[in-house]
């Protein structure tokens, strides 16, 4: 029976297995250096303990119309300006809405949220027929995170900022974006 066994064979394979092991090994120890590593560069980036307010990134001045204006007027602004949203002000200059081009295509096209399709709507209409009134505003002073955080879980696609009713300036959600960009050590959530 000993003549038929292949003795170097089964040492081969005993050496190969533990090889293996042993590679596995070093492979987990490359991976836990380069995690370590990258948790020790994340903590090398200085974190901003300063709060990035409204004022430092709101656009300003702001394309505006009174409420009285017609749906045209609006059109035109947003081609014109390249713009998403117009905030809508009563004859004393407070905010007194707000209309976006979105909101405007649909109503003129007629179609519902639901899908269905309405009368088309006439283009010299007043654009306080459909502009939001319920409007979400921002102080200068208000802090960009929950700024964010309110374009997030409201669904909102801007906000503008007021100081004593007053219209200062106005936020995009892309103005956000950019100033993630700018500030990549800001923390966001803190």
């Not at 980036?45 to 307010?53: F, N, Q």
């Not at 407070?94 to 399709?117: E, K, M, P, V």
């Not at 009368?119 to 654009?127: L, S």
């Given at each position: 029976a000993k003549l038929l066994r292949k003795p170097g064979t089964a040492s081969v394979l005993k050496t190969e297995a533990v090889r293996s092991v042993v590679g596995k090994k070093k492979e987990r120890y490359r991976q836990k250096k380069y995690t370590d590593q990258s948790y020790t560069e994340v903590e090398r980036?200085?974190?901003?303990?300063?709060?990035?307010?409204a004022q430092q990134i709101m656009t300003t001045p702001v394309y505006t119309l009174f409420s009285n204006a017609k749906i045209t007027d609006a059109l035109q602004l947003f081609e014109k300006y390249n713009i998403r949203h117009?905030?809508?002000?009563?004859?004393?200059?407070?905010?007194?809405?707000?209309?976006?081009?979105?909101?405007?295509?649909?109503?003129?096209?007629?179609?519902?949220?639901?899908?269905?399709?309405?009368?088309?709507?006439?283009?010299?209409?007043?654009?306080s027929s459909f502009m939001v009134t319920r409007v979400l505003t921002a102080t200068p002073d208000s802090d960009v995170r929950d700024i964010a955080r309110i374009f997030v879980e409201q669904n909102i696609g801007s906000m503008p900022i007021t100081e004593n009713r007053q219209l200062k300036g106005i936020i995009a959600r892309s103005d956000v974006l950019g100033a993630v960009m700018l500030h990549y050590s800001l923390e966001l959530w803190g």
């Open positions: 980036i200085s974190r901003s303990p300063t709060v990035l307010k117009i905030p809508i002000l009563s004859q004393d200059n407070s905010l007194a809405g707000i209309i976006s081009d979105r909101n405007l295509y649909q109503y003129c096209s007629g179609i519902t949220y639901d899908g269905n399709q309405n009368a088309v709507h006439r283009t010299d209409e007043d654009i």
